[in-house]
């Protein structure tokens, strides 16, 4: 199949992930760098959310697809709900891939989505809500209603539970750091592949080096009340030795990362984690005109190969495709088109940064809107992806187009 973009290295296909296999060769890809479904609406009685409920995120049979793909010792930053991540670890584990770490990314801008008690008896006992709400295009693409005063429980028993709600405020997402199992030591893993180790020292924090160096010598001679100016009450494992200073320019990344707010309740100003704020920088098709193909035939199918779309979407947005293609199309409105579940530039950045070698390929199985896309291209890297959803390759071109050039650090 033609990708629907490729340049620059980097490629995009507008198919089903588990397609990808065909796109590349086995042990080919240095790192996997994504942000899979949740899987949230899997087992939600009354309600589907077909973009968030196919079960692929889940499917061991997926990720050991995903390995093949991946060179022996490449790392996988994969994106996990606090909900259901457990699922996705124990499917990339049957899979073959080795759990080595997960990175926590705290954050202070979540907001708590469960109903209110009050409202949740009102509406058991049948009281429709009396509020005047202003309809809205949500960023899924799915219609929702805005309020501009607060509810007011009607009846005597929802008074009771006002105030209760199911659900915490979300403030923090998992990334599961996952390995492809070397076959051979580590030196020659990184002889062979060039891959089996995260590039830290490019990730590495600022810090003030010489208070790092004193640090780095105490804990080096901790252990004995001679030479430890703590009085030797240091616990120190003597079977392996420890560093006498630090061997990167700066802080060793952890696997905590800090929103600006969730940092400023640290008690200095010490940067011991990254800091990554929710993301700002979500690509918005505003008024995208969508065209539907006026008949499903040879014609309309030769079309769509020559784009590197799939044949059998409801509706494209017309911007991506050519006169030929829309000439067999007939217009079915117009809509506001945003990806729900955007990620911050920079976070991206960082996991590519960190985890795929310069000049290597980040695999990215659900492109979304682009950002890793983005971001490889920001990082000097290459990038296979796929996307299924058409609607969302009219962002990833338009990402595409204001290429992130600025500094990470």
């Known amino acids: 199949m033609r990708p629907f973009i490729d340049f620059d290295g980097i490629r995009l296909y507008n198919m089903d992930a588990r397609r990808l296999p065909d796109a590349a060769a086995p042990a080919s890809l240095d790192a996997v760098v994504t942000d899979p479904p949740y899987e949230l609406g899997l087992g939600t009685a009354g309600e589907v959310r077909r973009w968030d409920s196919t079960g692929i995120a889940f499917d061991p049979a997926f990720w050991a697809s995903m390995l093949a793909l991946a060179k022996p010792g490449a790392f996988a930053m994969v994106f996990g709900s606090p909900r259901t991540w457990h699922r996705l670890a124990v499917a990339m584990e049957d899979a073959g891939w080795l759990l ?7 954050y202070a801008s979540g907001m708590p989505k469960g ?10 006992l049948g009281r429709p809500d009396t509020r005047i709400g202003v309809r ?25 539970w006002r105030g209760f709600n199911p659900s915490l405020k979300p403030a923090w997402e998992p990334i599961l750091v996952a390995q492809r199992p070397r076959d051979a030591m580590l030196g ?6 060039g891959t089996g180790a995260l590039d830290v020292a490019s ?3 600022d810090a003030d ?18 030479t430890d100016p703590r009085g030797g009450d240091t616990y120190a494992d003597r079977g392996t030795g420890r560093p006498r200073g630090p061997r990167i320019p700066g802080r060793h990344p952890s696997d905590v990362v800090l929103d600006a707010d969730t940092a400023r309740r640290l008690p200095d100003g010490t940067p011991r984690f990254y800091y990554c704020p929710k993301a700002a920088d979500r690509p918005v098709a505003r008024d995208a005109a969508l065209l539907a193909p006026a008949a499903r035939d040879a014609a309309w199918t030769a079309a769509a190969a020559r784009l590197g779309l799939r044949d059998d979407a409801d509706a494209y947005p017309a911007d991506i495709l050519d006169a030929p293609a829309a000439a067999l199309c007939r217009p079915t409105g117009r809509r506001r088109i945003a990806h729900p579940t955007v990620k911050p ?9 960190l985890a795929c070698p310069p000049g290597g390929t980040v695999l990215d199985p659900f492109a ?5 896309l983005q971001a490889a291209r920001a990082e000097g890297r290459g990038c296979l992806a796929s996307e299924l959803d058409v609607n969302y390759l009219l962002l990833d071109r338009m990402r595409l187009d204001r290429a992130d050039t600025g500094s990470l650090f």
């Open 100 to 106: 080595r770490d997960q990175i926590c990314w705290l």
């Open 136 to 160: 809205r295009d949500s960023a899924s693409l799915e219609r929702n209603v805005a309020y501009t005063e607060e509810y007011r429980p009607q009846t005597p028993e929802a008074v009771r």
């Open 368 to 372: 979304g809107s682009g950002t890793t």
């Open 115 to 124: 109903e209110w008690g009050d409202h949740a008896v009102d509406r058991a």
């Open 345 to 353: 530039s920079d976070l991206i950045r960082w996991l590519v940064r």
């Open 188 to 193: 020659r893993t990184l002889l062979e592949h």
């Open 209 to 226: 080096m010489g208070e790092l160096a004193r640090r780095y010598e105490l804990n080096a001679t901790a252990g004995t009340r001679a």
């Open 203 to 205: 990730c590495a924090l």
